[in-house]
């Protein structure tokens, strides 16, 4: 029997690391939670009922209506970034140096109960996120670019 070559010690020392708290948004279930409400990229289509359609599928709309939601359309990394060099401390939270596409659904009518009707509004904007050991978490807030 071969005693342990140097590639297999690699391989073990990059499975260890893969598995290490923090290491890997796949075994982060509040990130991944992040990704499903508020990351859309690229843009879906729901032929003319955006909101409708993508709040239903990602299970924002049981048992009851969410209120509003907001989408970013931007790449993983793009957003993951804004917890360390894409993003400014914005008390607790982290604000993007960048602006994002976003797109937030807003609940038509005043009842929670579905079926649920959402309007649409898609502008660029700078994410407000919580970030958790490097990871979002948390979505806050955007904040709409203006021009001077």
Same mark, same amino acid.
């Not at 709040?55 to 970034?81: D, Q, V």
């Not at 509004?121 to 203006?146: A, F, K, L």
């Given at each position: 029997?071969?005693? #342990?070559?140097? =590639? ?14 923090? /290491? /890997? *948004? *796949?075994?982060?279930?509040?990130? $991944? =939670? ?9 843009? /879906? /289509? ?7 359609? #993508?709040?239903?599928?990602? *299970? ?46 807003? #609940? ?23 970030? $958790? ?16």
């Amino acid at each position: 029997m071969r005693p #342990l070559g140097g =590639k297999c010690c690699f391989l073990l020392l990059l499975l260890v690391a893969e598995l290490l708290p923090g /290491s /890997s *948004g *796949g075994n982060n279930p509040r990130y $991944e =939670k992040f990704l499903n409400q508020h990351r859309d990229d690229p843009r /879906s /289509s729901f032929h003319g009922r955006y909101c409708d359609g #993508l709040m239903r599928s990602r *299970g924002l709309t049981k048992p009851e209506c969410k209120e509003a939601n907001t989408f970013i359309h931007g790449s993983k990394r793009r957003i993951r970034a804004v917890c360390g060099q894409g993003g400014v401390p914005s008390g607790q939270l982290q604000r993007s140096r960048q602006p994002f596409r976003v797109t937030t659904c807003t #609940l038509r009518g005043g009842s929670t109960r579905p079926p649920c009707e959402y309007k649409e509004n898609t502008s660029p904007r700078y994410i407000v996120i919580g970030c $958790e050991d490097g990871w979002p978490v948390h979505y806050d807030e955007s904040q709409i670019v203006t021009t001077v």
